[in-house]
């Protein structure tokens, strides 16, 4: 592993706030299923990155890929700028906060 890709594991796991498990849960609710952009109708851009992240978070670190720090990369960069748009209020039952989760963050962790 090299010194980027263990600084980016490092950033990853700190803004990915939810277990693998929490996140299974999470997206299979309907709440999950209606948020984020979707392409033809079908899964959101969220949604499919959380079931990815939930590969991340069970794969060995020695398994990763190039894909897989690209995508941890991604992840911390939707999570850091989404964080950053928060809304005034309760955000507890908020598209804000679904959004987050689908990429692996609880906001009210």
């Given at each position: 592993?090299?010194?980027d890709?263990r600084?980016?594991a490092?950033e990853?796991g700190?803004a990915v706030?939810?277990?693998?498990k929490e996140?299974?849960r999470w997206l299979?609710t309907?709440?999950?299923k209606t948020?984020g ?5 079908g899964e959101?851009?969220g ?10 978070l069970r794969?060995?670190k ?12 991604k992840v ?14 309760d955000?507890?039952?908020t598209r804000?906060?679904y959004?987050?989760m689908?990429w ?6």
């Amino acid at each position: 592993m090299t010194a980027d890709e263990r600084q980016v594991a490092a950033e990853f796991g700190q803004a990915v706030n939810m277990t693998a498990k929490e996140l299974e849960r999470w997206l299979a609710t309907e709440e999950s299923k209606t948020v984020g952009q979707k392409s033809d109708g079908g899964e959101s851009t969220g949604h499919e990155s959380g079931r990815k992240i939930i590969e991340l978070l069970r794969a060995k670190k020695s398994a990763l890929t190039e894909q897989d720090y690209a995508h941890m990369r991604k992840v911390v960069g939707y999570i850091h700028r989404h964080l950053a748009q928060r809304p005034s209020g309760d955000v507890r039952e908020t598209r804000w906060r679904y959004s987050l989760m689908n990429w692996g963050h609880d906001p009210l962790k």
